[in-house]
């Protein structure tokens, strides 16, 4: 399969299947793809959705996860991933780009481009990742004026809110603000940085047939939970935002080191992802398949 061929494409929008994923008994599994390839991967891997992070693609561009990327910056991961993967897309909105038009702006971008799902969280610029101190937050007014702008803009994308209010106002007033999101139209919730599993069971018992979105990021605040301790929980969705980059980022720091010490890359090559493996996962003679004109490749007998 190619994003080339329409038929193979999706036949109803990636906003109506997003949602049909997350209205389907049992939790959604959303892990993150900061690039097509990480896509492809993670669809072989049998996921059935994807998460795109803000921290990933600011990372993955080498840059801090500080809100400094635009709008069409992250509409060419967003075109990428879909391209690959041809599965539905939940995209970190961080906080909008900007008040309500930017907001709305984001949501026609994001959701023309392919997306499924954006989240919108209500911290201020310069924003910073959920697990970290200090974080600035909106008034809970404004940020639901955001929250109904995304509501206004969408066609069917899914708009989750994010409130990062549990660290400086506590659980009341992260439910506070959560159930005045819910009002302004947000289809789930995604409340940040709980700390433990009491903290997760009291915000869904406190939120009531309202989809709920956990946060599994390593190196946080949240311990560490599996998808059915997350269900169990009271949650719809999970994401692991980071991990794919993680893996990646310490794999090619390990080469690079391995380079500079050995003057090549022979003792990697077991870590290597083979020519055979990344012609398989890019489907790279079901392309050549499209224009006879190009000769089938022949892999070499030995990988270079």
Not at 2 to 26: D, M, Q, V
Not at 44 to 71: C, E, K, Q
Not at 125 to 140: E, F, I, S, V, Y
Request: a negative charge; aromatic letters at 8%; proline letters at 4%.
């Amino acid at each position: 399969m190619t994003y080339l061929i329409g038929s193979e494409r999706a036949t109803i929008s990636a906003g109506r299947k997003f949602r049909e994923l997350l209205n389907a008994p049992g939790i959604l599994r959303l892990p993150g793809a900061h690039n097509g390839q990480a896509a492809l991967q993670a669809r072989d891997a049998g996921f059935d959705a994807l998460y795109l992070s803000g921290a990933a693609m600011t990372a993955s561009m080498g840059l801090p996860d500080l809100g400094i990327i635009t709008v069409d910056q992250v509409t060419f991961f967003i075109k990428q991933i879909v391209h690959a993967s041809n599965l539905p897309l939940l995209v970190d909105g961080d906080t909008g780009y900007g008040e309500t038009l930017n907001v709305m702006n984001m949501v026609r971008a994001f959701e023309d481009v392919g997306a499924g799902a954006v989240h919108l969280e209500d911290q201020l610029l310069p924003k910073k990742c959920g697990h970290l101190n200090d974080k600035k937050l909106a008034t809970p007014h404004d940020m639901a004026m955001k929250v109904s702008a995304a509501r206004k803009a969408a066609r069917d994308i899914v708009v989750v809110a994010r409130t990062d209010a549990a660290a400086s106002e506590g659980m009341d007033g992260a439910v506070a603000r959560a159930k005045l999101y819910i009002e302004a139209g947000a289809d789930a919730i995604f409340p940040e940085a709980l700390t433990n599993a009491e903290m997760f069971r009291e915000f869904a018992r406190r939120m009531p047939g309202v989809k709920l979105l956990a946060n599994m990021t390593e190196f946080g605040r949240t311990p560490f939970y599996t998808a059915s301790e997350f269900e169990d929980m009271g949650y719809s969705m999970v994401i692991w935002p980071v991990s794919s980059l993680r893996v990646a980022n310490k794999a090619q720091a390990d080469l690079y080191e391995t380079i500079m010490r050995d003057g090549g890359t022979e003792a990697m090559l077991s870590r290597m992802q083979t020519r055979e493996e990344l012609y398989k996962t890019l489907r790279y003679h079901d392309y050549e398949a499209l224009d006879k004109s190009i000769v089938e490749t022949v892999l070499p007998s030995v990988d270079a």
